[in-house]
């Protein structure tokens, strides 16, 4: 963290490597700590997941990470292809490096993954009612879907959360058309 009076000093976003996967997993578990100052202890207790289900993403080439100026992880986001567009599987920011950007820098890199791969959009799902959740991508320019509007994949990945008992809380699904 930066000493008081001095700047932040962005690093850069990367493509995730194998010796990035277990910082990676450290991530998730103290962003996903967050959601216990909402009630939302579920998600807070929710298994980061492990190097070994992350190594696809990175082995595809489909995971982004946020490093600081010394090369350490600060953030990450995995990308799945659902229906023609890019699926924004997972984005995550130790909460220490919050507020400086680095989800923003991440969904944009996104972004431009998936155009460099024609596809048509990017998608996520989120909860609508936390801050850093739907309220922030909308701030980044990615709307909220009506249910008419999801696409077969999108309504797959939603039935899976819900029957893992996410919709505890209000989900939707976001889109940003990227053509």
């Known amino acids: 963290m930066p000493q008081a009076g001095c700047p932040a000093r962005r690093g850069s976003i990367r493509a995730v490597r194998p010796d990035d996967l277990a910082v990676l997993v450290e991530i998730e578990r103290a962003a996903g700590a967050m959601f216990r100052s909402l009630g939302m202890d579920l998600v807070a207790d929710d298994d980061p997941g492990s190097v070994e289900e992350l190594a696809p993403y990175a082995d595809g080439g489909r995971a982004l990470v946020s ?93 899976h959360e819900r029957a893992s008992g996410l919709d505890a809380w209000p989900r939707a699904c976001m889109s940003r058309r990227l053509h």
């Open 67 to 159: 490093v600081d100026a010394d090369d350490r992880p600060v953030g990450y986001l995995l990308l799945e292809v659902v229906d023609g567009a890019a699926h924004v599987e997972q984005v995550s920011v130790h909460p220490d490096h919050g507020r400086q950007g680095v989800g923003r820098d991440l969904i944009e890199r996104a972004a431009s993954w998936a155009r460099a791969r024609g596809h048509h959009a990017l998608t996520l799902t989120t909860y609508v009612e936390v801050p850093w959740n739907g309220p922030y991508y909308e701030r980044l320019g990615v709307p909220y879907l009506a249910s008419q509007e999801e696409t077969p994949g999108l309504r797959t990945i939603r039935d």
